[in-house]
C-alpha cells in the first residue's frame, strides 16, 4: 500500500477544496448548480471517509498517524460536513455569489479538522487547528444583511487568537519540559513529570486553545454570539462537526497524561461543572433558538468532559460515542432550525410555535432530538450520557454524576420549552404548512432513525468506540 | 369439603341465611334497579328465606352442647390468617334470629312506607346488604371477621340513613354516623391488633377461654378491652359519642326501626355480649363500661324529655336503654345485657314502625302535631305504640318488665349502690319520657278544626286515595306481629336463660334475690307514667313537661348536653381551622413553595449569570483569564 | 545572565504585557497587536527551551518561523473583518460593537 | 404448559409498540381508526396480562416467562424480562388501567393521533419496567414513561397544565437524577459488570455500607415518583392538570412505578439498606398517611383531593415496605394494585363529569347523584374503597399493612390507623357536597354515563369487587414472591 493512500480523506478535500475554489472563479453565481456539486462531493466524501476506516500507518515523519481513533473521528467529520451540507437547499443566509466561496472554506475547515484528528505532533497540531478556526473566521461574517455577523465575527476572531496565543505558549512550555513535540515521546515523558508546574501549566495552557474550540467555560464566550450571528448553515457546522474535532484533540491531549494528575482532574472536574451549570442556567433565559443551543452546547462540553477525565478507555469511548451522539442530535435541532427559518434569518423560539402543525414530521424530529439533547431514553443522547457517567462511575466520581444528572434535569427545562412552544403554542398570526420536500423528509427520518435506533442499540458503535480509544494508548 | 358441606343442613343453613341476601343485593345493583318491584320481592324473598333458616337452626340446636364451629380460609398473609367461617353457639344463634325477624318485618313493612319511592330498588338493595352484613357478623367465629362486617353495618347504616340524599340534613347524619363510629372502630381495631400480636389469635372462642390470662398481662388485657370496647362506644351510641344516633332517623322510618333494634347499635351490645369472657378479665374495664353506660343512659333520658320530634324521643330512647344493657353487662350479668337486647329489639322496632305509620300518614315529626291532627284515630298503631311504651318503661307484664328487672338484679349486686340507684332514675325517667308521648297523641289538646281540613285534602298527597287501606295493611300486620312478639316474650324468660346461660352459668344474679327491688322499680315506672298523665293526659293538662319550665337545663337537654356543639366547635376550630388549614398552607407555602423556589431561584440564577456574557468583550476575556489564573492558583496552593 | 530563565523571565514578561495589551485596548488594531506580542512570548519560549535543553537544535527555529507565517495569516484575516466592521460601525472601537448580550 | 415458550412478556411490550407504529402510520382524520386500533392493542395487551396473572405456576414461585437475550456484551446489559408474585399484579393493573383508559377517552377529539401515540409510548415504559430484571432497561423504561407525560398534560390537561406538566415533569426526571447514580454506583461496585438483576441481588455482592448508600439515593429517585412525602406536591398539581386517562394511567399505574421500583431495586439489591433505612421509610408513610388525609380535608377541587388522597394511600405503601415482613411487603403490594384500580375509577369519573359539567370545584357542583345517578356512583364506589370499606379491594391491602405496621411500629402504626377517620371524614364530605344535596337545575340536560362510556368503569369496579371478595387470589401470588424473600433476607 501507498503512503499517499493513508492520505486519502484529506486529499479528497483538497480536491474539492480546488474544484469549489474553481466554481468561486466563474463569474456568474448559480446556487443550484454550486448546492449539487457540494451534495455530490460531500456525499463522495462521506464514502470515502468510510473506506479508509481501516487504514493504519504514520506519514510525514511521524507528525502524522492515521488509526482507528482518527479514522472514526474523520468519517464523522466527513459526515457532518455532509450533512451540513443538506441543509444548504435554501442557503438564503448568505448572499448567492459568495456561494462557493461558503462551501470552499467548509471544505478547508473539515479538511483542517481531518489532520487535526491524526496529528500527534505539536506544531502539526496548531497549523492545523489555525487552518481550521482560520476558516471559521472567515464564514461567520459571510451572512448577509445582519449587522450582527461582523461583530459576531470579530469576536469570535479575537477570543480565538488569544486562546490559541495562549495554547502555543503552553505548547512552547510542554516542549520545554519534554523536549520533544513528539506526542508519542511526550506520552512516555510527561506521567513522570506532571508534578512539576511548568509541565502541568503547559498542559493546562494548551488545553486552553482546544477548550475554546469546544466552547468550555471559561472560554465560551464566543459560542453564544457566534451561533447567533452566523447564518445558519454555519452555526449548524460550528455546533456539530467543530465539537466532534475539539473532543478527538482534547482527548489526544489528556490522555498524554497517562491518569496521573488529580490536579488536572480536579481541574477538568470544576470546569466540566462550570460548564455544565452555567450553560444550562443561562440557557432557561434565552429566547432565540440558535443562542439557546449555543448554551446548550457549552453543557455538552461539561458533559464530554466527564468522560473525557475519567482518563480511561471506556471514558474516551464514551467520550467519542457522545460526540458522535451530540453531532446527530444537534444536527437534527440545526435541520428543524434551518427549515423553518427558510429565509435564513434567526428563529426565536416563539417562532417555533404550531409547528407540530404546519409540519408534523419536523415537530417530530425537533422533539426527539431535543429530548435526546437532554439524555432521555431511548434516544442516543441517553446511551452518550449513560456511558459517560458508567465511566466516571467507574473512577469514584459519584458527586460528579448526581450534579451532572442535576444539569441534566434542569436542562430539561428549557428543552421543554423548546418542545412546548412546538407542540403546544398556537402562533399569533396563522403560519402556512411548511413545505417540507421529500429528500428533507428522508433525512429527517433517517436522522431519527440513527437517534433511536443506536439508542436502542448502541452495541455496534460502542465497540467501534472502543477499539478507537484502545488506539490512543 | 363442598360434599360434606351440602350434607350438613346446619352449615348449609348458616350458609345460605348469611349469604344470600348478598346475592340479592348484588343482583338488585346490578341487574334489576330499574324493576322496583321485582327487586322488592327478591330482596324479601331472600330474608324469608334467611328467616326461616334462622328459625330452623335455632330450632334443631335449642339443646346445643359444643358450639359448632366451622371454617374455611378467606386469606392467608403469612402469618396472618383471615377465616371465613361460622360459629353456631347460643348467642350466635339467638341474634342471627332477631336479626332475620327484624329484617323481615322491616321489610315487609318497606313495601308500604316506601310505596312509590323513586329509590325503591335501591333501598331493597341496601336492605339486603344490611341484612347480610349483620347476620355474617352475628356468627363470624373470628373477630377479624366480625370487625369486617362490623365495618360493612357501618356501610350499609351509612347508604341508608343517607338514602334521601337530596336533604341535607340526611346526608350529613349519615357522613356523620359513619365517621363518629368509625372513630370509634378504629379504638376496636386497635384493641384487636393489641390481642393479636399478643395473644396470636382472634378466634372467639378461644379469646373467651382462660388462656387470655395466661398469655396476656393484667394490663394488657385492661388496655385491649378498653380498646376494643371503644367499638361498642362508637355502634352502640355511647358517651361520648352518641349524638350520631338521634341524627341518624333522618333516614326513612323503617331503616330507623331496623338501625335502633336489631342491627347497627345493636351489633355493638352484641360484640360485647360475644367476647363477654374476655372483658370480664379485666375488672378496671368492666368499671369503666359501666360508668360509660350508666352515663350514657342518664345523658340520653334527659333528652328524651324535651324533645317535640316522635323519632328522636325513641332514639335517645334507645340509646339510654343500649346504656342499659351496657350496664347490665357490665355489672357482670351476661344474661341480663342479652336478653334487655332481645326484648329491645322487639319493642323498639315496634315503636319505630309505629311511628312509622303516624309520619306516613301525617308527614310531620312533631307528636303534638299528630296528636292534633286525630293520631289516635288509627287504632292499630296507636294501640301497639302504647304497649311498646309500656314495655319500654318496664311495665308488667310486657317483656321489657322481664328484661329491665334483671338488669336491676344485676346492678343490685354491685357493691356500689351509686349503679342502682342510676339505674331506677332511668327507668322512673324512661317511664316519664315515654308516656308523655303516647299521652300527647292521645289526648291532645283542643283540636282544630282547620288543620282536620286541611290535612284531608292535600295532607299526605296523590296515593292516599287509591292504595290507602292496602298500604296500611301491609304496614299493620308487621306491627302485630311484633306487639305479639312483646307481648309474650317476656314469658320466655327463664327458658331464655337456660338456652343463653343455662349450663355454664351458674352465679348470675337474679331479680328474685331482691324482691324489694321488683316493687321498686315497677313503681318508680308506674309514677313516671303518673308525672306523665299529670302534665300531658289529664284534661287540661298544661302539656309543658316539669324540665320545660326552666329553661336553661331545656335548653341543655335539648341541645343534647352541648356535646353535639362541642363536636362541631373541636371540627371547625381543630381540625378544619387548625390542623388541616396548617397542612394546607404548609404544603402550598412550604413544601410546594420551597420547591417553585428553588426553581425561581435556578431561572433566577439563570437570569443573573446571562450577564456574564456582556457585550463588551474585554470583559469577558478577562473573565477568562481570571478563571485561568484561579485554576493555576489552586494549583500553587 | 544568559540563563533559560532569563528567557523564560522575558517571555512571560512579553506574555503580560500582551494579556495586558489586551484587555486595555479598545481599538482592535491594539488589540490584535497585543495578540502578536503574546505569540512572540510563545516563540521566545520555544527558541530557549530549544537552544538550552532540547537536542535537536532547531526545532525551536522552525515552531519560530511557523508561528510567524500563521500570525501573519491571522493579521490578514482579523483585519479584513476589521475593515468589515469599520464599514458597518464607522469605527474600529470595540466598545461600538455590543449588540450581542445575554 | 404447552405455551411455555411462548415469549408473553415481549408480546405485551410489542403490542404497545406496534400500537404506536400502526398508530403513527394512520392519518389524522381516521379518528375512529385511530381509536379502535388503540382498543385492539390495548386489549390485547390486557388479556395478555391477566393471562399471564393466572398462568403463573404458584408453586413453583420464583421468575418465570423468563426471556433474556444479550445486548450490549461489555457492559454486561441484557434485554431480560421474566415476572415474579411482585409484577404479576402490576402488569394486570397496568394492563386493565390502559384498556379501560382507552375506552375512557373515547370521546375525545383533538389531536387523536397524538394522544393516542403518547399514551401507548408511556404505557410500554411502565409495562417495561415492571417485567425487566436488568437495570439499564427498568431505568430506559423508567424514564420512557415519564417524558410522554409532559406533552399528555400541556396538551389536553385542564387547570394550569402548563405549569403542573413542567413540574411533574421535572420532579419527577429530578427523582431519576438520584436514580442513575445509586445504579451506576451498585453496578460499578458489584464488580461483576453486570446489570442483571438477578446476578446482582445474589447475597453478599455488595458491602453493607454500599447497601446503605445506594437504598437511600435509589428510594429517594422513585420515592418521588411514589409520592412520598414531602416530595410528593408534584402529584396533585400533575393529575389536577391531566386529562382524563393521562390522570387514570398516572395515578393509577405511574405513581406504582415508583414504589415497585423501591422494591424492586432498592430493596431487591440493598436489602441491607432497606432494614436500615425502615425506620425513616416509616416515618415519612406515617406522615405522608397522616398529612395527605388532613390537607385532602381543606380542598375544593375534586381532583385535588383524590390527589391527597393518592398520596395518602401511597403512603400505606410506603409504610407496609417499611416494615420489612411479610405482610407488610403483601399489604403494600396489594395497596399499589388495589390503589390503582380504586384512583383510575376515581379519575374516569371525576373525568366524565369534568367533561359534561365544566367544573370540578366542590362548590359549584351539588346533588350530582341526582342529575348523573350512574357516574356518581361509581365516584361513590371507589370512595368507599377509599376509605377502606371491607369487601373491597383495598380494605385487605390496608389491613394487612396495618396489622404489620403495629406490630412492627407500634405508635406510628396506630397514628396512620387514626388517619382513617380523617380520611373517611374527607371522602364523604366530598361524596355529600358534590353528589348529595339539592340538585342544580343548570346541569339538569346533561346526559348520565351511556352504556359504552360505563363498561371501562363497570370493569374497574368489578375488579375492586372481585378482589375484595377473594382477596386470596391475589394475595397467593404476591406472597410466592415476598416469603422467599423475608426468608432469605441476612
Known amino acids: 500500500m501507498k503512503l499517499w493512500m493513508l492520505f486519502i480523506p484529506e486529499l479528497y478535500c483538497l480536491l474539492m477544496g480546488v474544484v469549489f475554489f474553481g466554481l468561486a472563479m466563474v463569474a456568474r453565481p448559480n446556487p443550484r448548480r454550486d448546492y449539487f456539486v457540494a451534495l455530490l462531493l460531500a456525499s463522495i466524501g462521506v464514502v470515502v471517509a468510510l473506506a479508509s476506516v481501516k487504514l493504519e500507518g504514520s506519514l510525514f515523519f511521524e507528525a502524522y498517524r492515521v488509526d482507528l481513533f482518527s479514522q472514526v473521528f474523520k468519517v464523522m467529520l466527513a459526515m457532518g460536513f455532509f450533512l451540513v451540507v443538506c441543509l444548504c437547499t435554501e442557503l438564503n443566509g448568505i448572499e448567492e455569489r459568495h456561494h462557493p466561496e461558503f ?73 520545554g519540559v519534554t523536549h520533544t513535540t513528539y506526542v508519542v515521546d511526550i506520552i512516555h515523558v510527561l506521567p513522570n513529570v506532571i508534578g512539576t508546574p511548568a509541565a502541568i501549566l503547559g498542559l493546562l495552557l494548551t488545553l486552553c486553545g482546544f477548550f475554546f474550540k469546544l466552547a468550555v467555560f471559561p472560554f465560551h464566550f464566543w459560542a453564544p454570539d457566534v451561533y447567533q450571528g452566523a447564518a445558519n448553515q454555519v452555526t449548524a457546522y460550528i455546533a456539530s462537526a467543530s465539537k466532534v474535532a475539539a473532543v478527538a484533540i482534547i482527548i489526544r491531549m489528556v490522555s498524554l497524561v497517562g491518569g496521573n494528575s488529580q490536579y488536572l482532574v480536579d481541574v477538568l472536574v470544576t470546569l466540566s461543572i462550570a460548564s455544565m451549570t452555567l450553560g444550562n442556567l443561562v440557557a432557561i433565559v434565552q429566547k432565540d433558538m440558535k443562542r439557546l443551543l449555543a448554551y446548550s452546547s457549552i453543557s455538552h462540553a461539561g458533559y464530554v468532559l466527564i468522560g473525557i477525565l475519567s482518563m480511561s478507555p471506556t471514558g474516551y469511548a ?137 439508542g436502542v442499540f448502541p452495541t455496534y458503535l460502542l465497540e467501534v468506540a472502543r477499539a478507537a480509544a484502545r488506539m490512543l494508548l | 369439603m363442598t360434599s360434606s358441606f351440602f350434607h350438613n343442613p346446619t352449615l348449609l343453613a348458616a350458609a345460605v341465611a348469611a349469604l344470600l341476601p348478598f346475592f340479592t343485593f348484588a343482583l338488585i345493583m346490578v341487574f334489576t334497579r330499574p324493576y322496583p318491584r321485582l327487586s322488592a320481592v327478591l330482596s324479601i324473598g331472600a330474608v324469608s328465606v334467611s328467616l326461616i333458616c334462622a328459625i330452623f337452626l335455632l330450632g334443631s340446636h335449642w339443646h346445643l352442647e359444643e358450639p359448632i364451629q366451622y371454617t374455611g380460609k378467606w386469606m392467608i398473609s403469612g402469618d396472618i390468617h383471615i377465616p371465613f367461617g361460622f360459629l353456631l353457639d347460643q348467642l350466635s344463634l339467638l341474634m342471627l334470629t332477631i336479626v332475620a325477624v327484624i329484617s323481615f318485618l322491616v321489610q315487609v313493612y318497606s313495601l308500604g312506607y316506601m310505596a312509590g319511592d323513586p329509590g325503591f330498588a335501591r333501598y331493597y338493595a341496601f336492605q339486603s346488604l344490611f341484612a347480610w352484613a349483620m347476620m355474617t357478623m352475628s356468627i363470624a367465629p373470628n373477630m377479624l371477621q366480625f370487625y369486617i362486617f362490623w365495618e360493612l353495618v357501618g356501610l350499609a347504616s351509612y347508604l341508608l340513613i343517607g338514602f334521601y340524599y337530596e336533604k341535607f340534613s340526611a346526608s350529613e347524619a349519615g357522613k356523620k354516623a359513619f365517621v363518629m363510629t368509625r372513630f370509634g372502630d378504629i379504638a376496636f381495631f386497635l384493641g384487636l391488633l393489641v390481642v393479636l400480636l399478643h395473644f396470636g389469635n382472634l378466634n372467639i372462642q378461644d379469646m373467651n377461654s382462660v388462656d387470655v390470662t395466661a398469655r396476656m398481662s393484667p394490663a394488657l388485657i385492661t388496655l385491649s378491652a378498653i380498646l376494643i370496647f371503644g367499638g361498642v362506644v362508637g355502634k352502640s351510641a355511647q358517651f361520648p359519642l352518641l349524638t350520631w344516633l338521634p341524627d341518624a332517623m333522618e333516614g326513612p322510618t323503617p331503616v330507623s326501626a331496623l ?379 | 545572565m544568559s540563563s533559560l530563565y532569563t528567557y523564560l523571565f522575558i517571555a512571560a514578561l512579553l506574555f503580560s504585557l500582551g494579556i495586558f495589551g489586551v484587555f486595555q485596548r479598545r481599538s482592535l488594531i491594539g488589540m490584535l497587536i497585543a495578540i502578536e506580542l503574546m505569540l512572540n512570548a510563545a516563540s521566545i519560549n520555544f527558541m530557549a527551551f530549544n537552544k538550552f535543553l532540547a537536542p535537536d537544535p532547531i526545532v525551536g527555529q522552525i515552531y519560530t518561523l511557523f508561528i510567524m507565517g500563521i500570525a501573519a495569516a491571522e493579521a490578514a484575516i482579523a483585519l479584513s473583518i476589521i475593515v468589515a466592521l469599520f464599514r458597518r460601525l464607522r469605527s474600529i472601537n470595540i466598545e461600538r460593537a455590543q449588540e450581542l448580550r445575554g | ?337 388495589a390503589h390503582g384500580v380504586m384512583t383510575a375509577l376515581f379519575f374516569s369519573s371525576v373525568g366524565y363529569i369534568y367533561d359534561k359539567t365544566h367544573t370540578k370545584m366542590i362548590p359549584e357542583l351539588g346533588g350530582m347523584s341526582k342529575t348523573m345517578p350512574v357516574a356518581s356512583g361509581y365516584f361513590i364506589v371507589a370512595a368507599l374503597a377509599g376509605i377502606g370499606v371491607p369487601c373491597l379491594a383495598s380494605f385487605w391491602a390496608e389491613l394487612l399493612v396495618f396489622i404489620s405496621a403495629f406490630k412492627t411500629y407500634p405508635i406510628r402504626g396506630a397514628l396512620a390507623i387514626c388517619a382513617l377517620v380523617v380520611s373517611a371524614l374527607f371522602m364523604l364530605r366530598v361524596v355529600q357536597r358534590t353528589f348529595y344535596g339539592e340538585k342544580r337545575d343548570e346541569f339538569d340536560h346533561l346526559p348520565d354515563v351511556s352504556f359504552g362510556l360505563g363498561i371501562p368503569r363497570m370493569i374497574l369496579v368489578a375488579v375492586i369487587v372481585f378482589f375484595g371478595l377473594f382477596p386470596s387470589v391475589m394475595i397467593d401470588v404476591i406472597q410466592v414472591a415476598s416469603i422467599p424473600f423475608i426468608n432469605g433476607l441476612p
Not at chain 2, 553 to 575: G, Q, V
Not at chain 4, 322 to 333: F, L, P, Q, W
Open chain 1, 103 to 175: 462551501y470552499l472554506f467548509l471544505t478547508t475547515c473539515t479538511l483542517a479538522m481531518m489532520m487535526l484528528v491524526s496529528s500527534v505532533e505539536l506544531l502539526t497540531i496548531y497549523v492545523a487547528l489555525e487552518l481550521s478556526s482560520y476558516s471559521l473566521y472567515i464564514l461567520v461574517p459571510l451572512r448577509r444583511g445582519y449587522g450582527i455577523d461582523v461583530e459576531a465575527g470579530i469576536k469570535y476572531l479575537m477570543v480565538g487568537a488569544t486562546s490559541s496565543a495562549v495554547m502555543l505558549f503552553g505548547l512552547s512550555f510542554l516542549f
Open chain 1, 318 to 454: 464514551s467520550a467519542i460515542f457522545y460526540a458522535l451522539a451530540y453531532l446527530v442530535m444537534n444536527l437534527c435541532c440545526f435541520l428543524v432550525v434551518v427549515k423553518v427559518a427558510q429565509d435564513g434569518s434567526d428563529l426565536k423560539i416563539a417562532q417555533l410555535a404550531g409547528l407540530h402543525r404546519r409540519s408534523p414530521i419536523l415537530a417530530m424530529a425537533l422533539m426527539l432530538a431535543v429530548f435526546g439533547l437532554a439524555g432521555i431514553p431511548p434516544t442516543i443522547g441517553f446511551t452518550g450520557k449513560f456511558l459517560v457517567f458508567t465511566a466516571a462511575m467507574e473512577k469514584g466520581y459519584i458527586t460528579l454524576v448526581i450534579i451532572a444528572m442535576i444539569n441534566a434535569t434542569i436542562s430539561l427545562y428549557y428543552y421543554i420549552m423548546v418542545v412546548k412552544a412546538a407542540y403546544l403554542l398556537e402562533p399569533d398570526v396563522a403560519q402556512p404548512q411548511l413545505a417540507v420536500s421529500v429528500p428533507t423528509k428522508v433525512l429527517t427520518a433517517s436522522l431519527v432513525a440513527v437517534m433511536v435506533v443506536f
Open chain 2, 259 to 637: 338501625l335502633h333494634s336489631a342491627t347497627m347499635v345493636a351489633a355493638g351490645v352484641y360484640m360485647f355480649g360475644r367476647i363477654f369472657p374476655f372483658f370480664s378479665n379485666s375488672a378496671v374495664a368492666m368499671t369503666t363500661f359501666l360508668t360509660i353506660g350508666t352515663i350514657t343512659m342518664l345523658l340520653a333520658s334527659t333528652m328524651a324529655m324535651v324533645t317535640r320530634d316522635i323519632k328522636q324521643v325513641w332514639a335517645y330512647s334507645t340509646i339510654s336503654q343500649l346504656g342499659f344493657m351496657v350496664m347490665g353487662l357490665a355489672a357482670g350479668s351476661y344474661f341480663a345485657g342479652i336478653f334487655h337486647l332481645t326484648t329491645h329489639a322487639g319493642f323498639k322496632a315496634l315503636l319505630f314502625l309505629c311511628s312509622g305509620v303516624f309520619i306516613h300518614e301525617y308527614e310531620t315529626n312533631d307528636f303534638f302535631e299528630i296528636g292534633k291532627y286525630g293520631g289516635r284515630g288509627l287504632k292499630v298503631p296507636i294501640i301497639c305504640m302504647t304497649l311498646a311504651a309500656a314495655a319500654l318503661s318496664g311495665l308488667p307484664p310486657l317483656s321489657g318488665f322481664f328484661s329491665k328487672e334483671a338488669i336491676m338484679g344485676a346492678l343490685a349486686e354491685q357493691h356500689n349502690p351509686v349503679w342502682l340507684w342510676a339505674g331506677l332514675l332511668g327507668a322512673f325517667l324512661t317511664a316519664y319520657y315515654s308516656f308523655r308521648l303516647i299521652f300527647s297523641i292521645l289526648f291532645p289538646k283542643k283540636v282544630e278544626a282547620v288543620h282536620q281540613a286541611e290535612h284531608g285534602g292535600h295532607g299526605h298527597g296523590h296515593e292516599a286515595g287509591h292504595h290507602h287501606a292496602g298500604i296500611y295493611w301491609v304496614m299493620a300486620w308487621p306491627l302485630i306481629i311484633l306487639a305479639t312478639i312483646t307481648l309474650v316474650l317476656g314469658f320466655f324468660h327463664t327458658p331464655l336463660e337456660n338456652f343463653l346461660v343455662g349450663h355454664h352459668g351458674g352465679g348470675e344474679a337474679h331479680g328474685g334475690h331482691h324482691a324489694w327491688l321488683l316493687y321498686v322499680a315497677v313503681g318508680l315506672a308506674l309514677s313516671g307514667v303518673g308525672l306523665a298523665w299529670l302534665e300531658f293526659g289529664r284534661k287540661g293538662a298544661p302539656q309543658v313537661g316539669f324540665v320545660e319550665k326552666v329553661e336553661p337545663i331545656s335548653a341543655l337537654f335539648a341541645n343534647r348536653w352541648y356535646i353535639d356543639r362541642f363536636y362541631r366547635l373541636f371540627l371547625d376550630y381543630f381540625i378544619y381551622g387548625t390542623v388541616s388549614s396548617l397542612f394546607t398552607r404548609n404544603d402550598r407555602r412550604v413544601i410546594d413553595g420551597g420547591i417553585d423556589g428553588m426553581c425561581r431561584a435556578t431561572v433566577g440564577t439563570g437570569w443573573a449569570l446571562s450577564f456574564l456574557q456582556s457585550g463588551m468583550l474585554q470583559y469577558n476575556l478577562m473573565v477568562m483569564f481570571a478563571v485561568l489564573a484561579l485554576v493555576a492558583l489552586y494549583f500553587f496552593f
Open chain 4, 1 to 337: 404448559m404447552e405455551f411455555a415458550n411462548f415469549p408473553f412478556l415481549s408480546a405485551i411490550l410489542l403490542s404497545c409498540v406496534v400500537g404506536l407504529l400502526v398508530i403513527l402510520f394512520i392519518p389524522d382524520e381516521r379518528k375512529m381508526l385511530i381509536k379502535w386500533v388503540s382498543l385492539v392493542f390495548s386489549g390485547i395487551a390486557m388479556v395478555l396480562s391477566i393471562y399471564l396473572f393466572f398462568a403463573y405456576d404458584k408453586t413453583k414461585g420464583g421468575f418465570q416467562f423468563v426471556e433474556k437475550v444479550l445486548w450490549v456484551k461489555s457492559l454486561g446489559i441484557n434485554y431480560h424480562n421474566a415476572v415474579d408474585g411482585f409484577s404479576l399484579p402490576m402488569l394486570m393493573l397496568t394492563g386493565i388501567v390502559l384498556f379501560t383508559g382507552v375506552l375512557t377517552m373515547w370521546e375525545l377529539e383533538t389531536r387523536v393521533k397524538e394522544f393516542f401515540a403518547f399514551t401507548f409510548l408511556l404505557v410500554a415504559g411502565v409495562f417495561g419496567v415492571f417485567m425487566s430484571m436488568d437495570l439499564f432497561f427498568i431505568f430506559v423504561w423508567y424514564d420512557v414513561s415519564l417524558f410522554p407525560m409532559y406533552p399528555l398534560i400541556a396538551i389536553w390537561g385542564s387547570t394550569r397544565k402548563e405549569y403542573g406538566a413542567m413540574k411533574l415533569t421535572l420532579y419527577l426526571l429530578a427523582g431519576s437524577a438520584l436514580i442513575l447514580p445509586g445504579i451506576l454506583y451498585l453496578f460499578v461496585n458489584s464488580g461483576l459488570n453486570t446489570f442483571n438483576l438477578v446476578t446482582l441481588m445474589q447475597p453478599g455482592t455488595f458491602t453493607p455500607f454500599q447497601q446503605k448508600f445506594a437504598f437511600i439515593l435509589l428510594y429517594l429517585g422513585f420515592g418521588i415518583l411514589a409520592g412520598v412525602w414531602p416530595f410528593h406536591t408534584w402529584s396533585p398539581v400533575g393529575h389536577v392538570a391531566a386529562p382524563t386517562a393521562v390522570s387514570m394511567i398516572h395515578a393509577g399505574v405511574l405513581m406504582k412505578l415508583g414504589a415497585f421500583g423501591v422494591l424492586r431495586v432498592a430493596i431487591f439489591l440493598c436489602p441491607e439498606g432497606w432494614q436500615y433505612w425502615a425506620q425513616l421509610m416509616a416515618v415519612l408513610a406515617t406522615c405522608g398517611i397522616v398529612y395527605g388525609a388532613f390537607v385532602g380535608l381543606a380542598q375544593t377541587d375534586l381532583k385535588y383531593v383524590i390527589g391527597y388522597s393518592s398520596v395518602s394511600h401511597m403512603g400505606i405503601v410506603g409504610l407496609g415496605l417499611a416494615t420489612v415482613t411479610v405482610e407488610g411487603m403483601n399489604g403494600a403490594v396489594f395497596q399499589m394494585f
